[in-house]
Nanobody, 124 residues
Framework: QVQLVESGGGLVQPGGSLLLSCAAS????????MGWYRQTPENQREFVAH???????SYVGSVQGRFSISSDVAKKLVYLQMNDLKPEDTAVYYC??????????????????WGQGTQVTVSP
């Protein structure tokens, strides 16, 4: 079973920075993409950023140019550097991992895992 553990959330003033980290443990088959989502009590969980097995990145428009995602594939770590934080970035941030594998014969499948979430609060 794969587990994702986030760290790095906290309280920061507008314009400040935070670095979120997510560590995956357990055996992961095939290739996978890691990323970040966020959720507030009023809204659905929304995509923030992800990084695919080739290192290609994607961001939601509202964080483009302010957030940067990176990974250490060998250590199964993903990071989210958040700069110029705004009050509207306040949310619980969740680490996500999804992938697929092809084994012998009919052994193949998809999988997706979520972390427990870390609170980010941006307030004066």
């Amino acid at each position: 079973q794969v587990q994702l553990v986030e760290s790095g959330g906290g309280l920061v003033q507008p314009g400040g920075s935070l670095l979120l980290s997510c560590a995956a443990s357990g055996s992961i088959r095939g290739t996978y993409t890691m990323g970040w989502y966020r959720q507030t009590p009023e809204n659905q969980r929304e995509f923030v950023a992800h990084i695919d097995p080739r290192g290609a990145t994607s961001y939601v428009g509202s964080v483009q140019g302010r957030f940067s995602i990176s990974s250490d594939v060998a250590k199964k770590l993903v990071y989210l550097q958040m700069n110029d934080l705004k009050p509207e970035d306040t949310a619980v941030y969740y680490c996500n991992l999804y992938g697929s594998y092809v084994g012998k014969g009919w052994d193949r499948g998809n999988y997706e895992y979520w972390g427990q979430g870390t609170q980010v609060t941006v307030s004066p």
